[in-house]
């Protein structure tokens, strides 16, 4: 079993951030650890308010995890002030660990802001050289290139911006369009494209997150990155279709659906 740590914002509904990092390592069969670098009060409709973690106790919390575990992958969430970012990149650089994902979490599902305006550039300069992946929604990859992306040749462009910015390999997530839900995989050379039919649900709640960490679990796991990525767009699609009736807004996704179908859980 793999050991795979998140280190993100809480999210007390369940849907999205660690609580959705956890349920999906555990899908995948991987024992999940946490940093909580904020805790958000949020539901399926809004948030209604965030408080940061001291980076001290941010900084603790890492070395507690590695000074003690032997950590197989690292997948980053929300990181919403430039001193969590800045401590978490320092002791990123301290332990150096391998297969980084990270999800550059901005705006909650209720269009709520998650990070400060103020962070982005030390986003740039501390947290993207520190990816292995990176893994943008459209608005995310506009926000840090400055490219408007209205189509998939965009989406390939600014993929490349991304990638010189620091990470190994950039995947910009194209939920955002309309039609099929394509994401672009880069590493430098190739762009491939991964496509699958939309599904018409407003019960998407962490769906980012929820894919930045299967992608995590595959890498752990020992798949190569474009294995890892359509098998992560695989399991996040199922979880979709599958979303579960819970909440007035939108609804987190069914981590489990496959688990509990297999083992007779499901009717």
Do not use: W
């Amino acid at each position: 079993m793999k050991n795979l740590l998140t280190i993100a914002g809480s999210d007390c509904s369940g849907g999205a951030g660690i609580q959705a990092d956890l349920k999906t390592f555990a899908a995948h069969g991987a024992f999940g650890m946490s940093v909580i670098v904020s805790v958000v009060a949020e539901n399926t409709s809004r948030v209604i308010s965030i408080q940061d973690i001291p980076p001290r106790i941010v900084a603790d919390q890492i070395d507690a995890v590695f000074e003690d575990i032997a950590v197989d992958g690292v997948k980053i969430g929300m990181l919403s002030g430039a001193e969590q970012m800045k401590t978490v990149a320092e002791r990123l650089r301290f332990y150096r660990p391998g297969g980084v994902v990270l999800d550059p979490v901005m705006v909650a599902k209720g269009g709520r802001a998650l990070m400060h305006p103020d962070a982005l550039e030390t986003l740039k300069a501390e947290m993207l050289p520190q990816a292995f992946l990176l893994t943008p929604n459209i608005p995310e990859a506009e926000a840090i290139t400055g490219l408007e992306i209205r189509a998939v040749g965009d989406m390939e462009k600014a993929a490349a911006v991304l990638r010189n910015m620091g990470p190994r390999y950039v995947l910009v997530k194209g939920g955002h369009l309309e039609g099929d839900a394509v994401d672009i995989l880069f590493d430098g050379e190739e762009i491939r494209a991964f496509r699958t039919e939309r599904i018409p649900t407003k019960n998407t709640h962490g769906t980012g997150c929820t894919l930045s960490s299967a992608i995590a679990a595959n890498l752990a796991n020992g798949m190569e990155v474009s294995e890892a990525v359509g098998a992560a767009k695989e399991y996040v699609t199922t979880a979709i279709r599958h979303a579960l009736q819970i909440g007035k807004g939108h609804g987190p996704t069914n981590h489990f659906y496959n688990l509990y179908k297999n083992g007779g859980l499901l009717q």
